[in-house]
């Protein structure tokens, strides 16, 4: 089975401008989460997504989105970037998300530099 | 406010000897917890997990202890191996509809194995 996936897996970006990370979760798997990993304040959760809906979302401004399709990809989009955005940032998939207990299963990540 | 400490930024032990990696938690509620392996420039791998309601899992060469009145639990590999040589990260999250998706992580502790 294929993991997760991540595209693209760097991105060079200037500030005031948006952008797009897409993730394609573990077949089968219906919870996407994504989350910012920074030197000072290590991984954070973003949201999750399930069934195409935002069931839960950290503390990010609202600059911070994303959506989910019918095929459990996930896209996650960041407006009018600042330089404190640049961060990696990881996709994780699990079959039902947080009802049960899941293990979330991470893809590579997103590197993204904002100039 | 850290609901998941790991307060060793790092850790060397020899090649065959047991590697023992510590995970302090405040919050009473986190009732699953979970060890994740990151290599550079990848995502974190899952190692293992365990539930509130056990005080000890093994997987192999993995052994997660929980202390939950000491709101501790450790992970230790015996016997290490230089191919261990990683971040570690524990994790933990709280099941319910509130909190789907989202897992807490640690800073996460560099593993050293010398051969």
């Known amino acids: 089975k294929a993991g997760v996936t991540q595209t693209p897996r760097y991105l060079i970006k200037t500030r005031g401008q948006q952008v797009t990370l897409s993730c394609s979760p573990i077949s089968g798997h219906r919870s996407v989460s994504w989350y910012q990993q920074t030197p000072g304040q290590g991984l954070q959760f973003l949201f999750e997504?399930?069934?195409?809906?935002?069931?839960n979302k950290g503390n990010f401004p609202g600059r911070f989105s994303g959506r989910q399709f019918s095929n459990s990809r996930s896209e996650m989009n960041v407006s009018t970037l600042e330089l404190g955005d640049s961060a990696l940032y990881l996709c994780?998939?699990?079959?039902?998300?947080?009802?049960?207990?899941?293990?979330?299963?991470f893809g590579p990540g997103t590197r993204l530099t904002v100039l | 406010d850290q609901q998941v400490k790991q307060n060793s930024p790092s850790l060397s032990v020899q090649e065959g000897r047991i590697s023992i990696l510590n995970c302090d938690y405040t919050?009473?509620?986190?009732?699953?917890f979970l060890w994740y392996k990151k290599y550079p420039a990848e995502g974190p791998t899952f190692l293992i997990s365990?539930?509130?309601?056990?005080d000890k899992n093994e997987d192999g060469r993995f052994t997660v202890f929980l202390n939950k009145s000491a709101k501790h639990l450790s992970l230790h590999i015996v016997p290490s191996q230089p191919g261990d040589s990683a971040v570690y990260f524990c994790a933990a999250s709280v099941k319910g509809s509130s909190n789907t998706g989202k897992l807490i992580f640690g800073q996460g502790t560099t593993l050293q194995v010398k051969p």
């Open positions: 365990i539930s509130s309601i056990k």
């Open positions: 994780a998939s699990s079959p039902t998300g947080g009802w049960g207990y899941n293990e979330q299963f």
């Open positions: 919050n009473s509620m986190f009732d699953y």
């Open positions: 997504y399930f069934s195409e809906t935002q069931r």
